[in-house]
């Protein structure tokens, strides 16, 4: 143990340069990765509108193409039987490891996910690609992790560059993939992880646009920036967004209760639920299924009756929520944005109808929106932001993002209602227990900055109550660091070096973030 703590705290000295290069090359295996599910899933989409044309030719071919649904729920429930922490987006499970809660095996995790959520998306099922491309970016990391023979502290920092590069590989929008993996995941800023993350990040875009030249997933401009008069209808739609986000996280909540409380329901069956409601409405209303990139095409299009919007948004937020709840190895990120981006389209086609607003200013409303909804759900705000930034590649939208983002997270907050993959990871740890790691004998670093107004802020060490089985071994102030004291007063955006055992770290974890959370 001792050899142990020594060689931690001496690789310790030279990890920002290590993580730099090993972020790389996760970036580019993770990114590799991801790269290959995102055209999968583009051909899964031209296959599936294919074999629907195909099969509406004859009633035989209809019941041949349901006999295939069901082999399809088949294999994607003995695929979540074998793994069950594929089900779902995995960025709670990704949440999980990151606090020591659960611990994926990344072998069974990478296979079972790229196949499970390829066939979800073959089979029209409506569930997003960008929670299981950060999931399997992750797991690239923790396998790189693995096979380099690295300890527990170097894996969770290259789970999270694997988390960046493939959210910034599924949407080519590196900056988001950064945040969202240092907001979301890492819950930490400090100049380590954000170096890594961002050598991870660019690396996989790089790939992405340079070497495969794909592009964003969404493609559209603001034609005019919208007019500070029509600000007070941001701060509406915010409103709006905060209650229809609570509203989106206790439905989802609610369907995944009801899909468990059927205890006669096995996987599989509860997976066929999905499939077969995809193979009706793939003979009725085909646009809906899918993640709904065509949606959003048709919307920004310009064309939809505020009626047919409004019909748009209730099926395609019913059918998401039957999918997930399920248990389906698919995500809510894609799907989320493309609701927010209906309530957008629904709330400027009202203003148009009955207030006057100009139509060009529609498309305005639904990248709005789309940001709004993202942060009263998930409760990441600069993600939201800068997401819908990359997109648009205009800085002057702004102001605007960061008003309804605003509005829509403390409504959000006032609502008492938790981050979904918050709730998520609550209930997936209900369900299963906590299991800690099996090898309690590694040590864990971790990073913690010490926020304005929270309990450590301006005290003495010695006055701090600190986690027990926890070692505080260094404060990093302005680019120094020194070891602690006592005597040693700290300061807001101080960073804490703690060193604990991986057996503790989910309890120390908990205990550090409420000592170095702002307090109010």
């Given at each position: ?25 996760v ?8 790269l ?102 992750a ?14 502290t ?30 979301e995941?890492h ?10 993350v ?23 401009h ?43 329901l ?28 065509n ?20 099926c ?46 529609v ?7 789309m ?15 800068i ?57 864990v ?27 505080l ?35 120390v974890y ?6 170095c959370?702002?307090?109010?």
């Open positions: 143990m001792k050899n142990n703590t020594e060689n931690t705290l001496k690789r310790v000295e030279k990890l920002k340069i290590i993580l730099i290069g090993e972020g790389i090359l970036g580019a295996v993770g990114g590799l990765i991801v290959l599910y995102r055209i999968l899933l583009e051909y899964a989409g031209v296959w599936l509108h294919a074999a629907l044309d195909y099969a509406k030719e004859s009633p035989l071919r209809i019941a041949g193409w349901f006999a295939v649904l069901m082999i399809l729920a088949v294999i994607v429930g003995k695929l979540v039987a074998w793994e069950p922490l594929i089900s779902g987006s995995g960025i709670p499970q990704l949440e999980g490891e990151m606090t020591g809660q659960l611990n994926q095996i990344w072998w069974k995790v990478l296979p079972s996910k790229f196949i499970g959520g390829f066939l979800c998306l073959l089979g029209g099922m409506s569930l997003g690609r960008e929670g299981p491309s950060i999931q399997l970016g797991m690239a990391g923790k396998g790189i992790s693995t096979l380099l023979n690295r300890g527990k170097e894996e969770k920092f290259l789970l999270t560059c694997g988390a960046s590069a493939g959210l910034s590989a599924a949407f080519h929008a590196p900056l988001a993939g950064v945040m969202f993996s240092l907001e995941v819950k930490n800023f400090s100049v380590t992880v954000l170096l890594s961002m050598a991870s990040s660019l690396t996989a875009d790089y790939l992405s646009s340079t070497v495969f030249g794909m592009k964003s997933v969404f493609q559209f603001i034609i005019q920036n919208l007019p500070q008069n029509y600000y007070w209808m941001i701060l509406v739609l915010g409103i709006i967004l905060g209650l229809l986000g609570s509203f989106y996280n206790w439905f989802t909540l609610k369907v995944q209760s009801l899909y468990n409380q059927a205890a006669h096995n996987t599989t069956a509860k997976v066929m639920i999905p499939f077969l409601l995809a193979g009706v409405l793939g003979f009725i209303m085909p646009d809906y299924l899918g993640s709904g990139h949606l959003i095409e048709q919307l920004t299009g310009g064309g939809l009756l505020l009626h047919m919007i409004l019909i748009t948004l209730a395609k937020f019913v059918f998401s929520a039957v999918c997930f709840g399920s248990g389906a190895p698919g995500g809510i990120f894609f799907p989320l944005l493309v609701l927010g981006a209906f309530i957008g389209g629904a709330f400027a086609t009202f203003g148009v109808d009955y207030f006057g607003l100009d139509a060009v200013y498309n305005n409303f639904v990248l709005l929106a940001a709004g909804y993202f942060t009263a759900i998930v409760r990441a705000p600069l993600t939201g932001i997401l819908i930034f990359e997109m648009t590649g205009s800085v002057q939208q702004l102001l605007s993002l960061s008003v309804v983002s605003i509005a829509a997270y403390i409504v959000a907050t006032l609502l008492r209602s938790k981050p979904i993959y918050e709730s998520l990871l609550e209930r997936l740890l209900e369900k299963r227990g906590i299991e800690l790691p099996k090898n309690l004998g590694k040590k670093i971790k990073e913690f900055v010490v926020a304005h107004g929270s309990d450590a802020d301006g005290r003495l060490i010695s006055e701090v109550n600190w986690p027990g089985h926890c070692l071994v260094a404060v990093q102030r302005g680019g120094e660091e020194f070891i602690p004291k006592g005597k040693t007063k700290l300061l807001a955006s101080d960073l804490l070096v703690t060193l604990t055992d991986e057996r503790d770290c989910a309890a908990k205990e550090m973030e409420d000592i959370k702002f307090k109010g």
